[in-house]
């Protein structure tokens, strides 16, 4: 079993910086992928970006150029960032792991952290 909390979110002024982190614990595997996910109000959820085991990582199109992913697989956290925020940042931010075990494909969602960008 995995468990993921976010942290970092809040309210930031529009123009800002911001750096979400989650925490991961159980049995976490080096090869596990990391995404981050947002939903803004009324929308549905959507990729912002994921950090394969090796270090490969994936932004979302349109993400591309504003957001920073990384992990400390040592430490087992996970950070998004991002700078010059925009009141359309506003949004749930989830982490989830995706892993193979025994076979399987699992995943697992962080309860979200809310940021609001206020212009």
């Known amino acids: 079993q995995v468990q993921l909390v976010e942290s970092g979110g809040g309210s930031v002024q529009a123009g800002g910086s911001l750096r979400l982190s989650c925490a991961a614990s159980?049995?976490?595997?080096?090869?596990?992928?990391i995404a981050w996910y947002r939903q803004a109000p009324g929308k549905q959820r959507a990729l912002v970006a994921t950090i394969t085991g090796g270090g490969i990582i994936n932004y979302a199109d349109s993400k591309k150029g504003r957001f920073t992913v990384s992990r400390d697989s040592f430490k087992n956290e996970y950070y998004l960032q991002w700078d010059s925020l925009e009141p359309e940042d506003t949004a749930v931010y989830y982490c989830?792991?995706?892993?193979?075990?025994?076979?399987?494909?699992?995943?697992?969602w962080g309860q979200g952290t809310q940021v609001t960008v206020t212009s």
């Open positions: 989830n792991l995706d892993t193979y075990r025994r076979g399987r494909r699992y995943s697992f």
């Open positions: 159980g049995t976490i595997f080096s090869s596990d992928t």
